[in-house]
């Protein structure tokens, strides 16, 4: 027994103990130290209030409130608070001006899942999302059907989530593309990228996104990811954030993960469900993350996505949390943030990159 706790023996356990043997749920709610984990625009935006997400999310799970719930509280700030253009209201529109979100959410304990996808109208999608999960028997609802649903469930649905100032960035958009070249990714990412070196769009609100991962003090497990996805993309584009498996996985005996950056890399990949399955095989969160990012490389094979070492030129970022409470951000390359609130505190910390 040495060196293991009594978590370590009821999660990595209990499947080999007779049903007599297995510890009572209370020594788990003694061992487990609530924790959240986000994405480095969980501890930035607070949409005039007193707390950012991942200080809203703490102070409900510690609080004793269901950790799902804790978490999308959470990310509704950051959803409702213009400032931030890569999720919710105001995040940056379709190539049409129009703001389409997407969202999943994961209950580890409840073994819930739901999710949206191309969703206009309503700022806050990840409580579109929980509701998926927690009143149907279906896993994503998109585009019209999804915005029924939240108008049915009580949702306002406005005509326009677009901000003054994501407007402006569009039309800004829209005045540099000529049209001939719409369909051509690299020219549309060369508009884009040329606005990012401008200072006219934050690098991390281009992919944009924002994943939170919870765990309380029983060791339940929750994560949600909301995004407005890829700046300018065609609309009725869905990216990773609304995919089990791959914005969003959870398995609470073992952890979860969550991504923000370039969805196509994800999706093509399944990350979050790889870097749960590594977690599983014993790495560490951050060799977890790690494993994915190599995956990703590996199979980045266009000359438009890489750069002159042959590595992604986009960015990618894992946020990794296992159920004995290790955590780690992970990201391709370059300086990136993440964002913990534990018993330490609310703080942002670099993320450890693959190619640094
Ligand atoms: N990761 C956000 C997106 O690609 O839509």
């Not at 469930?153 to 994501?166: C, I, K, P, Q």
């Not at 049209?179 to 549309?188: E, G, K, S, V």
């Amino acid at each position: 027994m040495k060196g293991l706790t009594r978590r370590d023996l009821l999660v990595g356990s209990a499947a080999a103990l007779a049903p007599s043997t297995v510890l009572p749920t209370i020594l788990v709610s003694t061992q487990a130290k609530p924790i959240v984990v986000a994405s480095g625009n969980g501890h930035t935006v607070k949409n005039g209030g007193p707390r950012t997400c991942i200080e809203e999310a703490y102070r409900k799970i510690v609080g004793g409130d269901d950790v799902l719930e804790s978490v999308v509280a959470g990310v509704n700030i950051v959803e409702l608070d213009p400032a931030d253009t890569s999720v919710g209201y105001g995040g940056l529109p379709n190539a049409d001006g129009v703001v389409q979100l997407d969202s999943c959410v994961m209950h580890g304990t409840r073994r819930w899942a739901g999710g949206v996808a191309a969703l206009e109208g309503v700022r806050t999608p990840s409580s579109v999302a929980r509701l998926v999960a927690a009143g149907t028997d279906h896993h994503l609802l998109v585009g019209r059907g999804a915005q029924d649903f939240a108008r049915q469930m009580g949702f306002t649905v406005e005509a326009d989530l677009n901000s003054d100032r994501s407007r402006q960035l569009w039309l800004e958009w829209k005045r540099r593309i000529d049209p001939d070249h719409y369909l051509d990714p690299a020219r549309r990412d060369g508009a884009a990228l040329a606005m990012m070196r401008e200072g006219l769009i934050d690098r991390e609100h281009y992919w944009g996104t924002i994943n939170c991962l919870g765990m309380n003090s029983k060791g339940e497990i929750c994560g949600v990811t909301t995004t407005s996805g890829l700046a300018f993309k065609i609309p009725g584009r869905v990216g990773d954030s609304p995919i089990l498996g791959a914005g969003l996985y959870v398995d609470n005996p073992v952890g979860a993960a969550g991504s923000t950056g370039r969805g196509e890399a994800n999706l093509y990949n399944l990350c979050s469900f790889l870097v749960v399955e590594e977690l599983r095989r014993g790495k560490h969160p951050k060799d977890a993350g790690f494993e994915a990012l190599r995956r990703v490389a590996a199979n980045t094979r266009e000359k438009r996505l890489l750069d002159d070492r042959g590595r992604p030129a986009f960015g990618l970022s894992f946020y990794v949390l296992d159920a004995k409470g290790r955590y780690a951000g992970v990201n391709m390359s370059g300086r990136a943030m993440f964002s913990v609130c534990d018993e330490n505190g609310p703080r942002r910390e670099s993320c450890e990159s693959l190619f640094p």
